[in-house]
């Protein structure tokens, strides 16, 4: 199609308004670049264009993701991107404040907290102590660099006091960590000298179960029959001919790939449960491996007759698989970051239960039966402190009856209503007694249908429900602690992520920097896209 002449001049008649508007900007400036005429051009009024403000608001964004994901700090190696440099220096500074604001916003919101603490080495082999605070979100506090202090009951107790001072230890109601002898010593420590706080020292439930689980493995019967699963494992992830054999069954029955054999970790005594579990899951395929002549040659004649064993073999993977189910699940359910404290107990209860009545159907001698027995109320012993009685106690859907094991429960419960400011500890009596015995409030049927509801928490049932009542403040503040200490060991697997051989030139100082970001931006992810960015520095 032709253009009109009309349409022609006009278009002419603009572009010589506009040249002679752009000739008339320019020669009031003989230092205008050739950018700036760009600028000047007619296609500048379709671009966007970021203001500095704007372009250090980008780049922080994009520092926060970076951190929030463990990403390395050299992925911006390029003009187009902030530099290095900037990412670990200026930006991490600005976006590690930030966080920090939130979690002291966290923490002063916070009705009460605990502590959690664990003390770990990093890619260096240098000495880091994780602190974690409970409100009840499990909050990263900091990493201290403990450098040539030994870890020392002392040293350790003097790291948890300065953090009970920092927070306030009129706040601190409870301090949970490994069970390690050092630990111990620095909970003594620190029972003496708060001796009239109802501070709770306590070790990690999770890890107390763990320990029961080694109790179990190291018998003479457990160790054979674990080395046995583990021989059959070691053969067929060796072999590439068998390990190609085993996916190429699996697919044939139509078995899903993630059923892997899985062996047992080192670290990690419950995995037993898992290498067990494996192995059951795929004995028809190993069986079929076993029989197959083309294998003959790459299968150890001890391990082909365990395979081939129903009798014995199999028999005794089922039967301590049913013994030690029981403690992997509660070791997966006490790990959680939700509040679980009130359900220690009755972990323990059902443990002890299934032992009894499983361990005469094992192949266990009558002196391992009773080890077992014995390990089971050694650990409880460990394990249990008034603080986790008191939440059993105060627990509506378990309601604990009254008896000689929780007498330090209901004590726990007197003296720290004492100790509370804002309640008055008889009337936390009042309610405690009618809470118990069902009476007033607690007596109508809208309490009794709350309290099972399995969709209501007991800390809900107790912020939602019970308002009105003193007892309420005493409860809740029992009840949002951590039953366990794994937030801190999730705390070192972010920094192991983060602290990497290929990123060892990372000073402890801003490895910890970036664990605490990383740890905290994924905890307030929720409202990390609503956090005001504030820079005055230039990163283009």
């Known amino acids: 199609m032709v253009c009109p002449d009309i349409i022609k001049n006009e278009a002419k008649r603009e572009q010589r308004q506009r040249n002679n508007k752009n000739k008339t900007i320019l020669s009031r400036s003989s230092s205008v670049s050739t950018a700036a005429t760009d600028l000047l051009s007619p296609i500048s009024k379709f671009v966007d264009c970021t203001t500095a403000d704007e372009t250090d608001e980008i780049w922080k964004l994009l520092a926060m993701?970076?951190?929030?994901?463990?990403?390395?700090?050299?992925?911006?190696?390029?003009?187009?991107?902030?530099?290095?440099?900037?990412?670990?220096?200026?930006?991490?500074?600005n976006v590690y404040n930030n966080v920090q604001l939130q979690v002291q916003n966290s923490l002063a919101n916070a009705y009460v907290v605990g502590i959690q603490c664990d003390g770990w080495s990093n890619i260096r082999n240098a000495s880091i102590i994780n602190f974690i605070v409970t409100t009840p979100q499990p909050v990263f506090y900091k990493t201290v660099s403990t450098e040539e202090h030994r870890h020392t009951g002392q040293y350790v107790a003097e790291q948890i006091e300065a953090v009970f001072t920092d927070i306030g230890i009129n706040k601190v109601i409870a301090c949970c960590t490994d069970n390690a002898a050092n630990m111990k010593k620095a909970w003594?420590?620190?029972?003496?000298?708060?001796?009239?706080?109802?501070?709770?020292?306590?070790?990690?439930?999770?890890?107390?179960?763990?320990?029961?689980?080694?109790?179990?493995?190291?018998?003479?019967?457990?160790?054979?029959?674990?080395?046995?699963?583990?021989?059959?494992?070691?053969?067929?992830?060796?072999?590439?001919?068998?390990?190609?054999?085993?996916?190429?069954?699996?697919?044939?029955?139509?078995?899903?790939?993630?059923?892997i054999l899985k062996l047992p970790v080192a670290t990690r005594w419950a995995s037993i449960v898992l290498s067990f579990e494996s192995l059951l899951k795929n004995k028809n395929i190993l069986k079929a491996l076993a029989i197959n002549d083309e294998y003959?040659?790459?299968?150890?004649?001890r391990n082909k007759t365990n395979i081939l064993d129903d009798d014995i073999f199999w028999k005794k993977i089922e039967s301590f698989l049913k013994i030690l189910q029981p403690l992997k699940k509660w070791i997966t359910?006490?790990?959680?970051?939700?509040?679980?404290?009130?359900?220690?107990?009755?972990?323990?209860?059902?443990?002890?239960?299934?032992?009894?009545?499983?361990?005469?159907?094992?192949?266990?001698?009558?002196?391992?039966?009773?080890?077992?027995?014995?390990?089971?109320?050694?650990?409880?012993?460990?394990?249990?402190?008034?603080?986790?009685?008191s939440a059993n106690i105060l627990d509506p859907k378990l309601k604990a009856f009254v008896c000689e094991r929780?007498?330090?429960?209901?004590?726990?419960?007197?003296?720290?209503?004492?100790?509370?400011?804002?309640?008055?500890?008889?009337?936390?009596?009042?309610n405690l007694a009618d809470f118990r015995s069902n009476s007033g409030f607690w007596e109508m049927q809208f309490f009794q249908d709350s309290a099972i509801n399995p969709n209501i928490?007991?800390?809900?049932?107790?912020?939602?429900?019970?308002?009105?009542?003193?007892?309420?403040f005493v409860a809740e503040a029992i009840l949002i602690m951590s039953a366990t200490s794994a937030a801190t060991e999730r705390s070192f697997s972010s920094y192991?992520?983060?602290?990497?051989?290929?990123?060892?030139?990372?000073?402890?100082?801003?490895?910890?920097?970036?664990?605490?970001v990383n740890h905290n931006l994924k905890l307030f992810s929720a409202t990390a896209n609503k956090i005001k960015i504030v820079t005055n520095t230039s990163y283009t």
Request: net charge positive; with cysteine; charged share 25%.
């Open 296 to 301: 003959q040659d790459l299968i150890e004649k």
């Open 457 to 472: 928490s007991p800390v809900t049932f107790w912020k939602g429900i019970c308002t009105e009542f003193p007892l309420r």
């Open 65 to 93: 993701a970076i951190y929030a994901t463990g990403s390395s700090l050299n992925m911006t190696e390029n003009k187009y991107w902030p530099s290095r440099h900037n990412l670990s220096s200026t930006l991490l500074q």
């Open 333 to 389: 359910v006490l790990e959680s970051d939700e509040c679980r404290i009130n359900e220690v107990t009755e972990a323990l209860i059902e443990i002890e239960k299934v032992f009894k009545k499983e361990r005469p159907l094992s192949d266990l001698s009558s002196s391992e039966q009773d080890k077992i027995l014995e390990a089971v109320q050694a650990r409880r012993k460990m394990c249990l402190k008034p603080i986790h009685f």
């Open 406 to 430: 929780n007498r330090p429960g209901l004590q726990y419960i007197h003296s720290l209503a004492r100790h509370l400011s804002n309640v008055d500890e008889n009337k936390v009596l009042e």
């Open 188 to 259: 003594d420590l620190l029972q003496k000298k708060y001796a009239d706080k109802p501070i709770s020292f306590y070790g990690c439930a999770a890890h107390t179960l763990n320990l029961l689980v080694n109790d179990i493995t190291k018998l003479n019967t457990t160790d054979i029959l674990i080395n046995s699963a583990k021989a059959i494992i070691k053969i067929i992830k060796s072999k590439s001919v068998l390990t190609s054999a085993f996916f190429n069954l699996q697919r044939e029955k139509q078995e899903p790939r993630k059923c």
């Open 496 to 516: 192991g992520n983060i602290h990497t051989k290929k990123r060892n030139r990372l000073s402890v100082k801003r490895a910890g920097m970036l664990t605490y």
